[in-house]
């Protein structure tokens, strides 16, 4: 590669780069075809792009999830090993992920998200009818994308209904932790509801033990393997996550898929006329617009990656856009077609560490899309009102969608 074209690197690999935050594949693809695995020397990591090593590292159990055994000066350790206190579930490595995962499943699970599928209905069609009573154009993330999966959760886990706007207001607070480039009132605002919210669940949880509910954070509380719990610690740092990251990665799912049904009408009416596709355009959806857009792993020994020899501790970052668009792993990558055939996409990790609440995120989507449509079968884009992503590093969505019934 000649030095007046050099390849993309650093800070041209994230949501910082307005080329990369609207058409990552141009930047990707002409690394995964001259440097698949790219030793970023800018940002400490070996960035992956192509589906040959990342299908095979993203299950790969040995890897450490846990940024406190990273190299120093490494992407990982850099963004999140020095905050040791309060690793979630997410970045934690066997013993513990094991253990904790173990009882997470106890009371997470399909049965749990089963139940709740007439209450998430109810929940679109009552936030459908407030938009119905709007004039003029409205911000769909705003009135839909990020209520539904705020009061979904608050149903799930058995907040009071007189605490739920103070619980929407800190949950949204917790959400700043997303966001880089937070104001001094934005970051007082997540310090504040952080440290309200945690005290709040750790009352909640203690409650539950004594009167317990038929709701999460009491399966939580009473979720018991072998003698073993856990902790009220542990559930208040689970439910930070599942708000934060799980929360987060709804709304984008639910904006992207209003965007790429949009944007390809021939797609929407497939979509509008056959329900049997609708599973497959979830998957459609979520590879090509994955709300998490990378999985970060440390090398627990030395190790060759393609023609890379990574040392024990560097940081292996996992590009989901790159493996997505590979044409090797999906065919025509940057066709959105929701009757593609065996979709292969990562949006949910791999692993150990598959997502926990990937079947919660997907039911929303499956429900609310379809009856978003129905109801307002003219949906369009606003006149003049550009649809551009948000800058979220890691993460990948839409800070408002500009609509008009």
């Known amino acids: 590669m000649s030095d007046d074209n050099p390849l993309p690197t650093g800070y041209q690999l994230s949501a910082l ?38 299908s095979e590292l993203i299950k790969n159990r040995e890897l450490n999830a846990d940024p406190r055994k990273a190299n120093d000066g490494s992407f990982s350790k850099t963004l999140y090993g020095n905050n040791s206190k309060e690793l979630s579930i997410l970045m934690l490595d066997d013993p513990e992920h094991k253990r904790q995962r173990t009882l997470v499943l106890q009371a997470f699970n399909k049965r749990s998200v089963d139940a709740l599928l007439p209450r998430i209905e109810q929940i679109a069609c009552d936030l459908l009818d407030d938009i119905a009573a709007t004039d003029g154009e409205f911000d769909f993330v705003q009135l839909f994308g990020s209520p539904l999966p705020t009061t979904v959760m608050a149903e799930l886990l058995g907040i009071n209904a007189a605490d739920r706007k103070d619980f929407r207001r800190w949950s949204l607070g917790c959400m700043q932790a997303l966001n880089p480039f937070r104001t001094p009132e934005q970051t007082a605002l997540y310090e504040e509801s952080t440290t309200v919210l945690a005290d709040y669940l750790a009352r909640e949880v ?84 994955p709300p998490v857009t990378q999985v970060l792993r440390s ?54 560490h598959y997502c926990l609440g990937a079947g919660l995120g997907k039911a929303q989507a499956k429900i609310a899309l379809p009856l978003l449509f129905e109801r307002f079968p003219d949906l369009a884009f606003a006149p003049g009102r550009e649809v551009k992503h948000k800058i979220a590093p890691a993460f990948n969505g839409y800070g408002e969608i500009w609509l008009v019934k």
Do not use: C
């Open 206 to 289: 203690d409650l539950r033990r004594t009167n317990p509910s038929d709701d999460l954070i009491t399966r939580l509380a009473q979720a018991e393997e072998a003698g073993d719990t856990l902790t009220t610690q542990d559930i208040v740092l689970l439910i930070r996550l599942l708000l934060i990251a799980g929360n987060s990665t709804t709304t984008d799912m639910l904006g992207a898929g209003v965007v790429q049904l949009l944007k390809n009408p021939d797609q929407l009416a497939k979509f509008r006329a056959r329900p049997d596709l609708h599973d497959n355009a979830m998957d459609e959806i979520l590879r090509v617009e």
């Open 299 to 352: 090398a627990h020994q030395d190790m060759q990656v393609a023609d890379k020899q990574v040392k024990q501790g560097d940081t292996i970052h996992m590009s989901l856009f790159g493996v997505h668009f590979d044409p090797e792993v999906n065919p025509d990558p940057l066709k959105f077609d929701i009757e593609r055939p065996n979709i292969q996409h990562f949006a949910f990790g791999g692993g150990a």
């Open 17 to 54: 780069d307005p080329t990369y935050r609207e058409t990552p594949w141009v930047p990707l693809d002409r690394l995964r075809a001259a440097d698949p695995v790219h030793h970023d020397q800018q940002l400490g990591r070996y960035f992956l792009t192509r589906g040959a090593e990342v």
